[in-house]
């Protein structure tokens, strides 16, 4: 079995606790407006194929580093190759590494449950808590996104939930409230992570030839970012940026 795999980082220090061998895999059923791997989207675009044994020899490389954080499996949406990550993360068990993932929460299954009992922290992207909101940004449904955050406080796994703050987009006031009100009653939620929308990947949608509808859309400013960040304290929750 390999896994598809589009890149990997060696010192990641913003997908998790300490410093992280952060591993992108290929492949992704969203198609967010702002998405900055959107070289992730297909999964027959994949860089490498690594097996999990190959892959826990590129993560035993750094190893000294990383001993503080663990490992990180973003992409792209990672749960869409469960299998791979399930024997992977059983490697990291029995080396005693920390394992997090970086998901959308579209997708769940009773592989996927498998691999959640493995894993330590889920980084929990809910992009938008109105339904016709989130479909217009992602062009999927909201609603999987919250069954997952649901069964995730049913088995009681730490979660560090993301939202990117996107101007004209998820600035919202009442949307913010609401998203954030949602957030608050899940006793299993560490920590929200403000994430600020940037142009740093235009450059990838315009060498893949596809049409960026965000190019015109500006970075949101320290009052933005602050606004937000006292509304989801207003709600108790634990809030970085």
């Known amino acids: 079995m390999k896994g598809y795999i589009h890149s990997f980082e060696s010192f990641g220090t913003k997908d998790g606790p300490g410093i992280r061998f952060v591993l992108f895999l290929q492949g992704c059923p969203l198609r967010c407006l702002y998405c900055h791997n959107v070289d992730t989207w297909d999964l027959k ?8 044994e190959e892959t826990m020899h590129e993560i035993s490389k750094v190893r000294g580093f990383i001993k503080s954080g663990g490992l990180t499996v973003s992409g792209g949406e990672p749960l869409l190759q469960p299998e791979f990550i399930l024997e992977l993360f059983k490697l990291c068990r029995e080396e005693k590494i920390h394992t997090a993932i970086d998901t959308s929460g579209y997708l769940l299954n009773d592989r996927i449950k498998e691999v959640l009992d493995l894993t330590d922290l889920v980084l929990l992207d809910i992009k938008h808590i109105d339904p016709d909101k989130y479909q217009a940004l992602t ?6 996104t919250l069954e997952f955050m649901e069964y995730l406080s049913k088995i009681n796994k730490p979660v560090w939930v993301r939202y990117v703050l996107v101007p004209g987009y998820t600035d919202n006031e009442k949307d913010l ?3 954030a009100k949602y957030v608050s009653n899940f006793k299993n939620v560490e920590r929200v992570d403000i994430l600020p929308f940037h ?12 049409s960026y509808e965000l190019k015109d859309t500006p970075a949101p400013s320290k009052e933005d970012i602050k606004k937000t960040e006292e509304i989801f304290k207003s709600f108790g929750l634990n809030t970085l940026t």
Do not use: F
């Open 177 to 179: 409230k609401a998203w």
């Open 199 to 210: 142009q740093m990947a235009s450059y990838k949608w315009e060498g893949l030839g596809r």
């Open 139 to 144: 062009s999927v449904e909201l609603k999987p």
């Open 45 to 52: 675009n994949k860089k490498y194929m690594l097996t999990p």
